[in-house]
């Protein structure tokens, strides 16, 4: 049983438009999300994360929400780049607050 | 500063054969975790150290996986005897505490037949 939900496998955007990607997760207990971003042939990258007490985080180009009363976050990138293009996961620590329970990703292709 | 090594970076074998991974977290890095990777699904934890003891071997698949981190440095992930269903990309990560940030290794991606 997937406690984080990535639902969307696959987003196309153009250059120089807002990418958002989706992430709904079941376990209320959940206080912190991260996003990690993953090339081909490399390991996940982490790329920005929110705690619980919070309902928005920004650095850069890179905005993640968080609704916590629909259990639902969502990662922007604005401007979307060519570079940009790789697969997103979506993740929660346990309860133990170690092992990271990851989404199944969803790939963004940004074309110029 | 090094990152989260990881060797093979390929490995393909066939079933009923042993296959030994091999993780170098970054230096300093006490926790070590383990995640696997079938293809199209989530990245699923497997097991994590502290130091050279196992904290949490909760996602373990079975008793055909062992994994050690003598010495608290480096880790192996050893399959034996491997079958079909093993097929995937073993991710290792690091990190300084149990709650910061896991940085994670290029993966071992290994195929068996």
């Known amino acids: 049983d997937q406690q984080v939900k990535q639902n969307s496998p696959s987003l196309s955007v153009q250059e120089g438009r807002i990418s958002i990607l989706n992430c709904d997760y079941t376990?209320?207990?959940?206080?912190?999300f991260l996003w990690y971003k993953k090339y081909p042939a490399e390991g996940p990258t982490f790329l920005i994360s929110i705690s619980s007490i919070k309902d928005k985080n920004e650095d850069g180009r890179f905005t993640v929400f968080l609704n916590k009363s629909a259990k639902h976050l969502s990662l922007h990138i604005v401007p979307s780049q060519p570079g940009d293009s790789a697969v997103y996961f979506c993740?929660?620590?346990?309860?133990?607050?170690?092992?990271?329970?990851f989404g199944k990703g969803t790939t963004l292709s940004v074309s110029s | 500063e090094a990152g989260v090594t990881q060797f093979p970076s390929h490995s393909v074998i066939e079933k009923g054969q042993t296959v030994t991974l091999r993780c170098d977290p970054i230096?300093?890095?006490?926790?070590l975790y383990w995640y696997r990777r079938v293809m199209g699904k989530e990245i699923k934890f497997l097991l994590h150290f502290v130091k050279e003891s196992k904290q949490d071997e909760s996602g373990m698949p079975n008793n055909r996986f062992l994994a050690e981190r003598t010495g608290g440095t480096y880790s192996t992930l050893k399959v034996q005897p491997a079958e079909l269903e093993d097929s995937g990309v073993y991710f290792c990560a690091s990190s300084r505490g149990p709650m910061e940030t896991q940085y994670f290794g290029p993966g071992t991606r290994l195929l068996v037949l």
């Open positions: 993740a929660a620590p346990n309860q133990a607050g170690t092992a990271l329970i």
């Open positions: 376990n209320s207990m959940f206080d912190y």
């Open positions: 230096s300093g890095h006490d926790n």
